[in-house]
């Protein structure tokens, strides 16, 4: 309502009219104003938040008329200028794309599981492809805009998940890889869990060599159908051992499902790839070895056999050349002396070599009988020595030896003690160069008493290092085609020390000598 101040003058006359506006009227139309303001403000922000989004957004009525849409979206499917306003199923809106899209078969063709709120939302994906034939992947999640309890539209939220879906493709490439791998390897492979043993999988080659299939053991403990039997102590099974032992091949007894025992090298790794989720996996690989066991058996055999008829006849020939050597047969011509101590020398390195196959026939069926017994090391040392300075000093090599006084005894058979010694030393001699020192050092440590023998000789590389304790294996270097020999000693050595309790190893360097150190217990 419009109101008026009328002045008047004292005769009457009007001089002045003020028009004045009701003051409820102006507060309403302020407070209007301030909530225009604010709506388009916040539609303002609203596009501006859409806009922002790396998603694309797309939003529809309920009869599928398209309302509004943000730059994302039009980025991903190249989207036309007449797209708002247009009034299609979701399956029909390419014509207002400049891409092609193709749909997966579950897409929905209309709106109406969604409007009728019968799906809560529908999720699927399409390709977008160009025309230069670039691909994206983009998941489409459609869900019901709901305003008191009544759809009053529906959202369309497309994201890309090209990458995401290019690496489910190399992955699935590189699964399907190794799933071939693991049922085709010869070797059986079972994958079990770290903490209780239970078997996740095994392979085609396993399911042959033990006789169960994959769904027979699939969640059963491994030690109860492949032990060696399920009344052995469990600390007493393959597997177990194999597990402790963290990578290393064990070999071994293990058990078919019908009840046969079979020889096994076993493997057990822990899946310790950072990349791969599952860390608490362990592989197990099982070879079948019964052949390889039963043709050793008969090399054994052939072997111990061989050696012992060889052994015999050979000490036999040498003893009576000695005798002849000394002249007990009569007196020899020059000549003929040196004739016979060529043959001697050489029916001397077969019965060393008939010896050192006996041995190594004995140490691998654990038929070498050791007679451990307390020893006084430096005494024996000494010997040895003293057995080989001649030797060493043919080639003016100087044996020096440090011994502490109070070095406590060994336990070892003095035997085998002496074998490995004169090995070690002899070996140090032999690759030493004409005029160097040989040097033997012995010390207490903890409970061993550790031995070196050290040479200045040509050295050993790295790669030699790794094969240095197999058998009939000979370093090639300027100084081992004078040297000879079987290429057993060091395989032997090894052995002896390990079964008296002690470890052995070589530290070298080209140009720079050998140490070969190994270790004995302490006598207690």
């Known amino acids: ?11 009457g ?35 501006l938040i859409q806009n922002s989004m790396q998603d694309g957004l797309i939003v529809f009525d309920t009869k599928g008329t398209v309302l509004s849409c943000n730059d994302s979206i039009k980025k991903m499917l ?45 999720d699927y994906n399409i390709r977008a492809i160009d025309n230069k034939g670039g691909e994206v992947v983009l998941h489409v999640l459609i869900s019901p805009i709901v305003d008191n309890n009544e759809v009053v539209g529906v959202l369309a939220c497309y994201r890309d998940i090209t990458e995401l879906e290019n690496e489910k493709r190399k992955a699935e490439t590189e699964r399907r890889k190794w799933e071939a791998v693991f049922d085709h390897t010869a070797d059986g492979v079972a994958v079990i869990s770290n903490n209780n043993h239970l078997v996740l999988g095994v392979n085609a080659a396993l399911e042959r060599i033990i006789g169960f299939k994959e769904a027979e053991v699939i969640g059963k403990d491994i030690h109860k159908f492949m032990g060696t039997h399920e009344s052995d102590k469990k600390s007493d099974c393959l597997i177990t051992k194999s597990l402790e032992r963290k990578g290393d091949e064990s070999e071994g007894l293990l058990r078919r499902s019908n009840g046969e025992h079979f020889w096994a090298a076993l493997t057990a790794s822990a899946v310790t790839d950072p990349n791969i989720p599952h860390k608490g996996l362990i592989i197990i690989t099982v070879r079948d070895i019964t052949k390889e066991k039963e043709l050793e058996q008969i090399k054994n055999e052939f072997i111990s056999i061989v050696s012992h008829e060889l052994r015999t006849p050979l000490t036999a020939a040498n003893g009576y050349l000695s005798m ?15 004739f016979l101590n060529r043959i001697y020398l050489s029916t001397e390195r077969m ?66 003690l002496r074998q490995i010694l004169f090995n070690l030393i002899d070996n140090a001699i032999k690759y030493s160069h004409n005029g160097s020192n040989v040097d033997v050092i012995v010390s207490a440590e903890n409970d061993f ?19 240095l304790f197999k058998k009939f294996v000979r370093i090639q270097n300027e100084l081992s085609v004078k040297a000879g020999g079987s290429g057993l000693g060091l395989y032997i050595t090894k052995n002896l020390v390990e079964a008296q309790g002690g470890k052995i190893s070589v530290e070298s360097e080209i140009g720079k000598g050998t140490t070969f150190i190994f270790t004995l217990l302490k006598s207690k």
């Open 78 to 122: 190249g989207i036309k200028d007449c797209f708002i306003g247009a009034k299609r199923d979701i399956k029909n809106m390419g014509q207002f794309f400049d891409k092609k899209i193709i749909f997966e078969k579950d897409a929905p063709l209309s709106f109406d599981e969604i409007v009728n709120l019968s799906k809560k939302e529908i």
């Open 13 to 47: 006359k009007i001089i002045r009219v003020t028009n004045k506006l009701n003051v409820s009227q102006e507060s309403q139309a302020d407070k209007l104003q301030i909530l225009l303001n604010q709506s388009i403000k916040e539609r303002n922000d609203l596009r």
């Open 324 to 338: 002849m050597i000394k002249g007990d047969a009569g007196p020899l011509e020059p000549k003929q002396l040196h």
């Open 449 to 467: 008493v550790k031995i070196q023998i050290k040479d200045s000789g040509v050295g050993i590389s790295d790669f030699d290092r790794g094969k």
């Open 351 to 416: 019965v060393n070599l008939a010896e050192d196959l006996l041995v190594i026939n004995r140490l691998e069926t654990h038929r070498l009988v050791l007679n451990i017994v307390s020893l006084d090391l430096p005494k024996i040392l000494i010997e040895v020595i003293d057995e080989l300075t001649l030797k060493g000093l043919s080639r003016q090599i100087c044996i020096s030896q440090i011994i502490p006084k109070n070095i406590p005894k060994v336990l070892a058979d003095s035997d085998r």
């Open 1 to 11: 309502m419009l109101k008026f101040d009328i002045t008047k003058r004292k005769t």
